[in-house]
């Protein structure tokens, strides 16, 4: 049977001139744990852009394909005539949750999705993922999570941006009237090396719901990530390291000065960041090219203990975000 997958024109303006090979690609490392589709190719129909495939039954599947990042819909395609599928993919929490901020330098909710997408798939692995971002902005890849139904922790350096990052989910949580409980705790280093505030919610979908996810955010250094989490404990690690343009990283609470590259916060956080993941996990990192070449990128995680992970589907992603930032995220595990 042939089926056809409708594609999000947001999809398009995300990715650019690159749209059509990341398509192809995530729907190929998808089908490379799944082994359901064949004869895969891009199709224009009446002016709509679509995936087309041949499969024999995909009701089994329809859960994972549903979670496609460019996915619109699904349709049989039969003698010219689309029938639609419905998808299978539950949200946990309302998809408008990344969408709702809007700020300079924010990651594109369609990338993050993405580089979840791919982590999950790889893993083969769709439910009770731990996932933790250890540069986590203001947020998207945690709310991206939860919407999946993960349990999803970040780390961020300034406190000023995790205290926002509360305060907006408990209105929203409130707002939509999803049961959660919400605190708030300290901590501190041995001999005071660091300071940290931890906020930690537990969300259900509803007051009926059994379904309990974890939320936590701490305002803290990411080279101490170790200290403050659990030692091999995370599926994933995903993280959008500084382009160096719209918004800068810094390694040291005290510095007073940016830097432009994120060779310097790798260096000093991979570590840290080895130690709480766990054995099967994945680390998926995206970077900006113009600033760290992906061969010196490969070599900096061999160098602190890491495999990267090969395959050519993995090398299509690179794709230009504007004259300053070239976009590419990379794969490895322990």
Same mark, same amino acid.
């Given at each position: 049977? /042939?089926?056809?997958? =409708?594609?999000?024109? /947001?999809?398009?303006?995300?990715?650019?001139?690159?749209?059509?090979?990341?398509?192809?690609?995530?729907?190929?490392? =998808?089908?490379?744990?799944?082994n359901f589709a064949k004869d895969i190719k891009l199709e224009n129909i009446c002016g709509l852009n679509y995936l087309i495939f041949d499969a024999e039954d995909i009701k089994k599947y329809l859960t994972k394909i549903s979670t496609l990042s460019f996915l619109l819909g699904i349709f049989e395609y039969k003698e010219g005539y689309l029938k639609p599928i419905e998808k299978e993919f539950k949200e946990f929490i309302n998809p408008n949750i990344s969408s709702i901020l809007k700020y300079s330098g924010k990651t594109n909710e369609y990338f993050t999705r993405l580089m979840i997408n791919i982590g999950s798939y790889i893993l083969n692995k769709n439910e009770?993922?731990?996932?933790?971002?250890?540069i986590c902005g203001k947020g998207t890849t945690l709310y991206e999570s939860l919407v999946n139904g993960y349990n999803c922790y970040g780390i961020e350096i300034a406190t000023k941006v995790v205290d926002e990052i509360a305060v907006f989910l408990r209105k929203y949580l409130e707002n939509e009237r999803y049961k959660f409980s919400y605190k708030k705790e300290k901590l501190s280093g041995e001999n005071k090396s660091f300071k940290a505030e931890k906020h930690i919610f537990n969300i259900n979908k509803n007051k009926e719901s059994k379904d309990n996810k974890h939320f936590e955010v701490v305002s803290v250094n990411t080279v101490f990530?170790? *200290?403050?989490?659990?030692?091999?404990?995370?599926? =994933?690690?995903?993280?959008?390291?500084?382009?160096?343009? /719209?918004?800068?990283?810094?390694?040291?609470?005290?510095?007073?000065?940016?830097?432009?590259?994120?060779?310097?916060?790798?260096?000093?956080?991979?570590?840290?960041? *080895? /130690?709480?993941?766990?054995?099967?996990?994945?680390?998926?990192?995206?970077?900006?090219?113009?600033?760290l070449k992906r061969n010196e990128f490969e070599k900096l995680l061999i160098n602190k203990g890491f495999e990267v992970v090969k395959n050519e589907n993995l090398l299509s992603f690179e794709h230009r975000v504007d004259q300053a930032i070239n976009r590419d995220f990379i794969v490895a595990k322990k």
């Open positions: 049977m /042939k089926y056809a997958i =409708l594609i999000n024109n /947001k999809h398009y303006l995300t990715y650019n001139k690159n749209s059509d090979n990341i398509i192809l690609s995530e729907f190929n490392i =998808l089908n490379e744990s799944l009770n993922l731990n996932i933790l971002d250890p990530a170790d *200290k403050i989490l659990k030692k091999d404990y995370f599926d =994933l690690i995903i993280g959008d390291l500084p382009y160096g343009v /719209k918004h800068s990283n810094i390694t040291n609470e005290k510095q007073n000065s940016f830097t432009r590259s994120p060779k310097e916060l790798l260096e000093k956080s991979l570590d840290s960041w *080895k /130690k709480v993941l766990n054995k099967d996990g994945l680390l998926i990192m995206s970077w900006n090219t113009f600033l």
